[in-house]
């Protein structure tokens, strides 16, 4: 069998997000030269995705850079690019720390169409965000008392909220109501169906970077294009759909141009490529989903039971445009309170029903000269994966009546909307992953360990994972995708010897 070097070595890499793109970037810089990249759908970018509402350029997937500062490797990448306005860049935003939460003047609505003012919420806000804190410690610090936030949070709430308020009990009702909005706030934050799915001692494990969060003026796909233009026109092969990777496959392996090749592709549509290295870069719902059919042989058990434990849920956006906005002028952030909800749960009891109970925040896209009056709301989990399956006009219709019975004015009527819909995406399955109860970081690095396993007397290194599924230290970012797509581009490179100027093979 003739030994490949790195520069016909044959790489493939599933998924054109973010992460992909990222690997084909590196790979290419280090002088391997046939690098490919299998893309399901028919566009690039995969969760970051932009769309229009009208005139307006909406953010349908991912939405801001979280921690836009130097360690930001997407930061870095947006200000190269010149995608960020001057106060994005500013030293003083990159100093800035938020500690992962957003800073938002908020206005807050209830059932009753009251507004509620500074003094009412601030304190609230302020004790609940102490819960949220004090849970991210038990990573560090081990002996969590409960296996999850959200029983963590909900417990301590009901337990310190009578002395908290003791000389004003005549408004623990609509403070208690507050902090079930805040936590279904958290649900959209982690991307989880409820917090009492969240394992509190892996909680504390998201490092966030300095930096006031955000946006693209010109789309987050923006930088997709940009990214795009340093590859090769010819790199991406669209709309084909990967059916099974067919690894170690050295029984009747494919033969090209007397090179034998120890993996195999098989796409939807028949066809199949040979290669020497495969990194999956799929989302964890997909890998969820096709666990069992994605790979042959198929997954060791230990890659399997880290799967099953990471938790991948759904949360989606609601974009509303307005004639007239009917929030104050400052505002940033809208926050509905049910106020027969004082009984902290963070799930409804009728999801058919009732799913709308869930969308309790709306974000106000700023600046208004770039936006018009435009609403983005947000809802998470099954609540969100139902309403999915609604018509556009019924959505429409249930949030036109939220928001009329919380502001009490009964013309408030959105002129425009769009929604995104990620649940039922064949090839996302959710949004984005969530550390579960039972789930440690442990698990994380399981799922990045490319295949075959340390210890096997199978060729190295053959499947390599990456994605926002596969990084530590910045798990479910943005920015943990691209550099797990760095990092298995990287880990490719070393087995690879620089020899007379160019790669001989290791393997």
């Not at 806000?125 to 008392?145: A, T, W, Y």
């Not at 029903?353 to 609403?375: A, N, Q």
């Not at 609540?383 to 036109?400: A, N, P, R």
């Amino acid at each position: 069998m003739a030994l490949h070097s790195a520069h016909d070595s044959q790489i493939f890499i599933i998924g054109c997000g973010i992460s992909g793109i990222g690997a084909a970037q590196k790979l290419l810089k280090h002088g391997f030269h046939n690098v490919h990249i299998i893309e399901a759908t028919a566009r690039s970018g995969g969760r970051i995705r932009t769309g229009n509402l009208g005139d307006n350029i909406v953010e349908i997937g991912a939405n801001w850079i979280h921690g836009p500062s130097k360690e930001n490797p997407v930061f870095r990448l947006a200000c190269d690019y010149q995608l960020l306005d001057k106060e994005s860049m500013s030293e003083e935003n990159q100093a800035i720390e938020i500690g992962g939460h957003l800073l938002f003047v908020p206005n807050w609505f209830t059932s009753s169409g009251r507004k509620l003012g500074p003094e009412t919420t601030g304190p609230v806000v302020e004790f609940f965000m102490n819960l949220l804190e004090r849970s991210q410690q038990f990573h560090d610090s081990g002996g969590e008392p409960l296996p999850s936030v959200g029983e963590f949070v909900k417990a301590e709430a009901e337990r310190l909220a009578p002395e908290e308020w003791k000389e004003d009990q005549g408004n623990t009702a609509i403070r208690m109501a507050m902090i079930n909005t805040l936590l279904k706030r958290e649900c959209c934050v982690s991307g989880t169906h409820t917090m009492d799915d969240v394992g509190l001692g892996a909680f504390g494990m998201y490092k966030t970077l300095p930096g006031l969060d955000c946006t693209f003026p010109g789309g987050y796909e923006g930088l997709i294009d940009h990214m795009m233009k340093e590859l090769p026109n010819d790199i991406v092969l669209y709309n084909k759909p990967v059916k099974c990777i067919h690894w170690n496959y050295t029984k009747n392996g494919p033969d090209t141009k007397g090179m034998l090749f120890p993996i195999m592709i098989e796409c939807v549509n028949g066809e199949t490529f040979a290669a020497d290295h495969v990194i999956v870069t799929v989302p964890l719902g997909y890998l969820k989903k096709h666990q069992n059919t994605l790979l042959s042989p198929s997954l060791p058990l230990q890659k399997l039971h880290s799967i099953q434990r990471m938790g991948f849920g759904t949360n989606n956006k609601i974009f509303l445009e307005f004639e007239q906005p009917f929030w104050d002028e400052d505002c940033e952030l809208i926050y509905l309170v049910w106020e027969d909800e004082t009984h902290l749960t963070d799930v409804v009891s009728d999801v058919k029903m009732s799913w709308i109970r869930k969308l309790i925040r709306f974000t106000v896209l700023k600046p208004t000269e770039r936006y018009g009056h435009v609403l983005c709301g947000w809802i998470a989990g099954r609540e969100s994966e139902y309403m999915e399956t609604l018509s556009e006009f019924e959505v429409l219709h249930s949030v036109t009546q939220l928001l009329r019975l919380f502001t009490g004015n009964p013309t408030i009527t959105p002129r425009k909307i769009l929604r995104s819909q990620w649940f039922h995406d064949p090839y996302s399955c959710g949004s984005y992953t969530y550390v579960a109860k039972g789930c440690s970081e442990y698990d994380i690095d399981n799922l990045a360990e490319p295949l075959p396993l340390k210890g096997s007397n199978s060729k190295p290194l053959q499947v390599l994972f990456a994605g926002e599924a596969t990084h530590r230290s910045f798990f479910s970012t943005v920015h943990g995708a691209l550099l797990s797509g760095w990092r298995e581009a990287e880990r490719l490179v070393s087995h690879y010897t620089p020899a007379s100027g160019s790669f001989s093979s290791k393997l």
